[in-house]
């Protein structure tokens, strides 16, 4: 389960206890319906767009630019996707190639947008034409860490070797108060299939004491490597993620149970 999807769990049980005892059951139904549609439009619908519209404005993609990113995710390809700026070349990286990322590819190339895909291991020769790395992240947490699909760490300390500015994006219903220092924790919550690594063969046993397969499919990148934070809430160091998630928290406590 994502950090998200855990956010809006949270959300709900919090306003849930918001009921009186007393209330009308059909006036509780209708409270709590609008409570989750506030929540859909304001806390994902919004951000979303907030952080486009913060993009577009301060000029994140500029004329000449060449933009790195890992497995292009669906909010960066839209703010790729209705750039106003012509003359830029985005490279996406990755391990083997997924169905998502061929789709996002063949969507950005028929916008005509300069689109090249490298292997991660191939990664630090392209670093010499890379102006910025752009990432978007499942969550950020409470330390400034970042959590993003499995290779994203990888790809951020070899843009720090090469003294290249790395920027996140993500939504603020996404932020933890948890701190992770390392990818253990993450690894053992976000497992894929081990089959998928191994083969489909019937002679591998996944299950085997032996031999321990794992597939994770995130990682963390450490506070380190991050220069910037883009929110809905403005453009962050990493270190001013914490005030901003006690915010949030402050926010939501005050919500109040009205028929």
Not at 240 to 251: F, R, Y
């Amino acid at each position: 389960m994502t950090q998200g999807l855990l956010n809006a769990l949270r959300y709900i049980q919090n306003v849930v206890r918001k009921i009186p005892f007393e209330a009308d059951e059909e006036k509780a139904k209708k409270w709590l319906i609008q409570i989750f549609e506030d929540f859909i439009e304001l806390k994902i619908i919004y951000q979303r767009e907030a952080i486009k519209d913060s993009v577009h404005k301060a000029s994140l993609l500029k004329e000449g630019d060449t933009i790195l990113t890992f497995e292009c995710g669906f909010l960066l390809e839209e703010i790729i996707y209705n750039s106003k700026v012509q003359n830029f070349k985005l490279i996406i990286t990755g391990g083997e190639i997924t169905n998502e990322t061929k789709m996002a590819i063949s969507r950005l190339e028929k916008a005509g947008i300069k689109v090249e895909y490298c292997h991660i291991l191939t990664l630090q020769y392209m670093m010499k034409e890379v102006t910025k790395i752009v990432i978007q992240a499942v969550s950020v947490l409470s330390n400034g860490t970042a959590i993003g699909r499995l290779g994203t760490a990888q790809m951020a300390c070899i843009a720090k070797y090469f003294n290249k500015s790395v920027i996140v994006i993500c939504e603020s219903y996404k932020l933890s108060e948890e701190v992770v220092l390392e990818s253990i924790p993450v690894l053992s919550n976000f497992l894929g299939d081990p089959r998928e690594l191994l083969g489909h063969s019937q002679l591998i046993n996944v299950k085997s004491p032996i031999l321990l397969a794992y597939n994770p499919l995130y990682d963390v990148t450490p506070a380190e490597d991050i220069d910037l934070i883009i929110t809905d809430a403005g453009w962050l160091p990493p270190t001013s993620v914490l005030p901003l998630i006690k915010e949030i928290i402050k926010h939501d406590e005050k919500i109040k149970y009205s028929e």
